[in-house]
């Protein structure tokens, strides 16, 4: 937790595997979470449909809670991936990180 907000922040390739093994504990992390959440993939280095699943995954588990989500693309190969699937409007995408999101303060990082 950042700043009051819990932080999810992923780094390496999100595909299928990552969707399918770490689907069970985003979900089991996000039961513990705050209303306030940050999704941070400056550090993902690749992302394909599987990855967008499991960002969708976040989105309505969040939204099922009532919480609020942020999502921090990283790099413009992933904001242009989320805008060219129309996700880029599913998710709030700030200016900047709402919260500092660097790995040692962030509350699981995946890789």
């Known amino acids: 937790m950042v700043n009051g907000t819990d932080v999810l922040a992923f780094w390496g390739e999100l595909d299928a595997w990552a969707d399918q093994e770490l689907a069970p504990r985003v979900t089991a992390l996000l039961d513990r979470a705050g209303p306030r959440v940050v999704t941070d993939l400056r550090g993902v280095t690749f992302m394909d449909a599987g990855g967008l699943r499991l960002l969708v995954r976040i989105r309505r588990q969040v939204d099922r809670d009532r919480g609020t989500l942020w999502l ?18 599913a998710f709030t995408i700030p200016a900047s990180a709402p919260v500092p999101c660097e790995r040692t303060g962030a509350r699981s990082g995946f890789g």
């Open 72 to 89: 921090v693309p990283g790099s413009a190969r992933n904001h242009r991936l989320l805008r060219i699937t129309a996700l880029d409007r």
